[in-house]
């Protein structure tokens, strides 16, 4: 016990000598300005000590704060955290981890598969696919939610049986019009997703009651409607793939534990935080991961989603009846009498 107390007071020393002799004053304050933000809202701070201690070691020289931000992609590696990052003078700084995916197919499809599409798939089944967006200032959430719903109802009859979203190039942005666009899809009367904090605490939820959508009690609603709104049963296949990130996570998410769901295709990329902003100064800002997502179990996600049945490869968006993921599902919603 007294070793321990004696490396904590050492720690503590070091870090209180380093802080003495800092040669520009802003600089250490940059840093204890950063820190107290991580040190309060990131979802993961077991490295906080640490990091604290060799930012001040790295910077104890430096003439100008201009000189610290590069320091801020080892720190949020440290925090495992490479869905944030700091802003600063126009430039971002974060965690570049590579993606493990190696499905260039997909990859290539991102640059240019970038609207909502739909298609009726053996005269059974309705076919949806969902890319990513960068509405994320909030600006589109209705032409967002409307496109989607348009696109449903362009397709959507009675013999419609069964649906497949597909999410394998949803690389994120704003879950929120996405969400708004498939509410009869996710369910009724039913609290399907949310957040937890690092103490496991809820910080948001996602709900839809009486038909409406409500994230955190805030009621969002859509100006289209369905043609034919009674979703909440039907058969539905959600594809992924490692491109499947953040708002295309959260998305699935949503989905998981609906009753007549299965999820095909390939691990996503591991971005299920919520990422909040907080201003340093008026030339910084640092985005945390502030919370986890959890579905409508209260599972929590601090890893990517495994698909129930996993299928690499074999994507084709010019053939969908060739898809390997699509012939999965087609093969799936056979168990289902239509």
């Given at each position: 016990?007294?070793?321990?107390?004696?490396?904590?007071?050492?720690?503590?020393?070091?870090?209180?000598?380093?802080?003495?002799?800092?040669?520009?004053?802003?600089?250490?304050?940059?840093?204890?300005?950063?820190?107290?933000?991580?040190?309060?809202?990131?979802?993961?701070?077991?490295?906080?000590?640490?990091?604290?201690?060799?930012?001040?070691?790295?910077?104890?020289?430096?003439?100008?704060?201009?000189?610290?931000?590069?320091?801020?992609?080892?720190?949020?590696?440290?925090?495992?955290?490479?869905?944030?990052?700091?802003?600063?003078?126009?430039?971002?700084?974060?965690?570049?981890?590579?993606?493990?995916?190696?499905?260039?197919?997909?990859?290539?499809?991102?640059?240019?598969?970038?609207?909502?599409?739909?298609?009726?798939?053996?005269?059974?089944?309705?076919?949806?696919?969902?890319?990513?967006?960068?509405?994320?200032?909030?600006?589109?959430?209705?032409?967002?939610?409307?496109?989607?719903?348009?696109?449903?109802?362009?397709?959507?009859?009675?013999?419609?049986?069964?649906?497949?979203?597909?999410?394998?190039?949803?690389?994120?942005?704003?879950?929120?019009?996405?969400?708004?666009?498939?509410?009869?899809?996710?369910?009724?009367?039913?609290?399907?997703?949310?957040?937890?904090?690092?103490?496991?605490?809820i910080t948001g939820?996602?709900?839809?009651?009486?038909?409406?959508?409500?994230?955190?009690?805030?009621?969002?609603?859509?100006?289209?409607?369905?043609?034919?709104?009674?979703?909440?049963?039907?058969?539905?296949?959600?594809?992924?793939?490692?491109?499947?990130?953040?708002?295309?996570?959260?998305?699935?998410?949503?989905?998981?534990?609906?009753?007549?769901?299965?999820f095909i295709g390939?691990?996503?990329?591991?971005?299920?935080?919520?990422?909040?902003?907080?201003?340093?100064?008026?030339?910084?800002?640092?985005?945390?991961?502030?919370?986890?997502?959890?579905?409508?179990?209260?599972?929590?996600?601090?890893?990517?989603?495994?698909?129930?049945?996993?299928?690499?490869?074999?994507?084709?968006?010019?053939?969908?009846?060739?898809?390997?993921?699509?012939?999965?599902?087609?093969?799936?919603?056979?168990?289902?009498?239509?």
């Amino acid at each position: 016990m007294k070793k321990i107390i004696l490396l904590l007071y050492l720690i503590h020393f070091s870090i209180v000598m380093q802080a003495q002799n800092f040669q520009n004053a802003n600089v250490k304050k940059f840093i204890d300005k950063s820190i107290n933000i991580i040190e309060n809202n990131a979802v993961n701070v077991e490295n906080i000590t640490s990091i604290k201690e060799r930012l001040y070691k790295k910077s104890v020289d430096f003439k100008s704060v201009d000189e610290i931000a590069p320091l801020f992609k080892e720190v949020f590696k440290d925090l495992n955290d490479y869905h944030g990052n700091l802003k600063y003078n126009g430039k971002t700084y974060g965690w570049d981890k590579l993606t493990e995916s190696t499905n260039t197919y997909l990859k290539n499809k991102i640059k240019n598969e970038t609207k909502v599409k739909s298609v009726i798939i053996n005269k059974q089944i309705g076919y949806i696919r969902i890319s990513g967006n960068d509405d994320f200032a909030f600006k589109k959430v209705d032409s967002i939610a409307n496109d989607i719903v348009s696109n449903i109802n362009s397709i959507d009859s009675k013999k419609i049986k069964a649906w497949i979203i597909d999410l394998r190039i949803n690389t994120g942005g704003n879950m929120y019009p996405i969400l708004l666009g498939l509410k009869e899809f996710i369910g009724n009367n039913v609290i399907f997703g949310g957040f937890v904090n690092s103490k496991n605490e809820i910080t948001g939820n996602w709900e839809i009651k009486n038909n409406k959508l409500l994230i955190d009690k805030n009621l969002l609603e859509r100006k289209s409607e369905l043609i034919f709104p009674s979703k909440n049963t039907i058969p539905i296949a959600i594809l992924t793939s490692g491109y499947t990130a953040s708002a295309g996570e959260m998305t699935a998410i949503s989905f998981i534990g609906r009753d007549n769901t299965f999820f095909i295709g390939e691990p996503t990329a591991n971005y299920t935080t919520a990422v909040q902003g907080f201003e340093i100064n008026k030339f910084a800002a640092i985005n945390l991961s502030t919370d986890y997502v959890i579905d409508r179990n209260k599972k929590v996600y601090k890893q990517n989603i495994i698909p129930d049945y996993e299928v690499k490869d074999g994507d084709n968006f010019e053939n969908l009846n060739k898809d390997s993921k699509i012939k999965e599902a087609l093969k799936l919603f056979k168990q289902f009498s239509y």
